[in-house]
């Protein structure tokens, strides 16, 4: 039967091409493991290195709250401050999965190669928020782990937890990936960070309470996106939540939708890595 | 006369140009170094300059948010007074570190650290010239977000005195602990396990979101062990007229502290560690 089949090699002939069917299962899984490889081949500065600096938000705020009725939306300071770090953690990680590994291949000059692969955009794109996603629940796992030594325990909503870690790591590493595109140099992927990427988060209730705000403030806030994904999360983890919860999660969902639909479009059209 | 000028002209011409000649400081070398070293952040300005300062900024408006009722610190002062120039000499140590290490380290791995050795500079006027570039860089950043937060929130100025000493040596300290890092590390990856392993942990437990004195007896101790606190409680005096230390304890530490550095950094480039084989 093997020596019939038409994909078969003939010694001394051309080699035939692969065949796949309408997914390029192989290619996808194989730029997914290229991706995570980077990603954590320095693990000390990707896993270690945000388990390290959210053990030393709570060790500050720690010590910096003495009284010990300091409270915030009603509990525990640190109680309400530990899904944030273990948000920002995971977020940070999201954003630079991918657009440093885009960044990286652009300076380097092997970025259009891209564009020789045997995959769709829409492959690569998927490709891309797969790493993203998985290499986000590993450093969110290993920052929860770390953070148990300030209390804290078991999610309280386990499933929906998974839900919104994925939901904000692909929501913002969809962003990450339109904003690698956009970046013809480290200068300009730095500056989205700075002034657009950190700006987001961390106005987003990760270290306080939209209660804390003004009225005005507050309804600024709220036409932020990060919030409902660390209301979400700070919701999975300890059950309260200042959103309802699903309003988080259609939101998260609606803009990853969103941005996924504008990464699509712009790998499709080979923006700034296609002339 | 004229002929005579314009013979000596010629002969000036045709002769073989000469050594340039130099005190006992090569003052233009230094001077160049130093116009490199400014050159290269200002460069970029956006990325050494307005980010730190747009963060700087980012962390006081959270932390005043998250901690404005829940800290108690120094008697009289209020807790967003006291947090700001914690925050702003967080962001001198850092950026100072990272002037001096990232110029070593890139120089390192592009291989153009030869220029730099090869010039007729001692290792005292190359310690320097970087040292000229990280501070002013630190210098610039720390002013520009004192004067923003100034204009903000609007806080004392004590002890200009003490602001500029404290602001000076402590980045430093940080350019010649850079320089060590940058001259030590063979990577990237070594540098970046230097600052999130060592100066991030050494600035966040100094004592910018706290004061010293209110921490159970072991941790003061641990405290006043690391040469940050006395950087920031020194920086902080200067503004509010309150420390947890001694003001001469905090300059004699920092003085001391920066000289035994620019000792070992001379070391290292008299005998080549790391950079001549």
Redesign the interface.
């Given at each position: 039967m093997s020596t019939d089949a038409p994909h078969e090699p003939i010694l001394g002939g051309a080699p035939s091409a692969r065949r796949f069917g309408a997914v390029n299962w192989r290619g996808l899984a194989t730029f997914y493991l290229r991706e995570m490889q980077r990603g954590f081949k320095i693990w000390k500065i990707t896993l270690a290195a945000p388990a390290i600096r959210a053990l030393l938000f709570a060790s500050v705020f720690g010590l910096a709250i003495d009284r010990p009725d300091a409270t915030m939306a009603g509990m525990p300071f640190l109680e309400f401050l530990v899904p944030g770090l273990i948000a920002v953690a995971a977020l940070e990680r999201a954003f630079e999965s991918s657009s440093f590994s885009i960044v990286y291949d652009k300076t380097e000059g092997i970025f259009a190669d891209l564009s020789m692969l045997p995959l769709t955009p829409g492959e690569i794109v998927l490709g891309y928020a797969a790493a993203t996603v998985s290499g986000s629940l590993m450093v969110a796992a290993v920052v929860w782990a770390a953070l148990l030594v300030f209390g804290g325990g078991l999610p309280h909503a386990p499933l929906a937890l998974l839900f919104f870690i994925s939901a904000g790591s692909l929501m913002v590493g969809l962003f990450s990936q339109i904003s690698g595109l956009w970046s013809r140099k480290w200068d300009y992927i730095i500056s989205v960070q700075t002034f657009i990427f950190m700006p987001f988060v961390f106005l987003s209730g990760v270290f306080f309470s939209l209660g804390e705000l003004s009225d005005s403030a507050r309804d600024v806030a709220r036409f932020n996106p990060v919030f409902y994904v660390v209301d979400g999360i700070r919701f999975a983890l300890t059950g309260y939540g200042e959103a309802d919860p699903y309003l988080a999660a259609a939101v998260s969902l609606g803009v990853v939708v969103l941005l996924w639909v504008a990464a699509y479009r712009l790998f499709a059209i080979g923006y700034r890595f296609k002339s | 006369m004229n002929e005579k000028a314009a013979a000596d002209g010629t002969a000036r011409l045709a002769a073989p140009p000469r050594v340039r000649r130099f005190g006992l400081v090569n003052w233009r070398g230094v001077w160049t170094l130093y116009q490199r070293e400014v050159k290269r952040f200002l460069k970029?300005f956006?990325?050494t300059i307005?980010?730190p300062i747009?963060?700087t900024l980012?962390?006081y408006?959270?932390?005043s948010?998250?901690?404005h009722d829940?800290?108690?610190v120094v008697s009289d002062v209020p807790f967003v007074v006291f947090l700001a120039p914690g925050l702003i000499m967080m962001a001198i140590l850092q950026n100072s570190f990272q002037n001096c290490s990232s110029s070593i380290m890139v120089a390192k791995v592009q291989g153009n650290i030869v220029d730099v050795l090869m010039p007729p500079m001692s290792p005292l006027e190359l310690i320097c010239g970087y040292l000229g570039g990280g501070v002013t860089r630190g210098i610039l950043v720390g002013a520009v977000t004192t004067i923003v937060m100034t204009v903000v929130a609007g806080f004392p100025f004590h002890d200009i005195g003490a602001i500029v000493y404290f602001g000076i040596a402590a980045s430093a300290m940080l350019c010649l602990l850079g320089m060590i890092g940058g001259i030590w590390a063979e990577k990237f990856?070594h540098m970046?396990?230097i600052t999130?392993?060592v100066v991030?942990?050494l600035s966040?437990?100094s004592g910018?979101?706290?004061s010293i004195g209110?921490?159970p007896e072991m941790?003061q101790t641990i405290a006043h062990l690391n040469p940050f606190f006395y950087a920031i409680d020194g920086f902080r005096y200067g503004f509010i007229g309150q420390g947890d230390a001694p003001l001469w304890l905090g300059m004699l530490v920092l003085a001391g502290i920066d000289v035994v550095l620019f000792f070992i950094v001379h070391r290292m480039l008299v005998t080549g560690y790391k950079l001549k084989s």
């Open positions: - | 970029v956006t990325q307005c980010a747009v963060t980012l962390f408006t959270i932390f948010i998250a901690l829940r800290v108690r990856d970046a396990a999130n392993f991030v942990p966040f437990l910018t979101f706290y209110r921490l941790w």
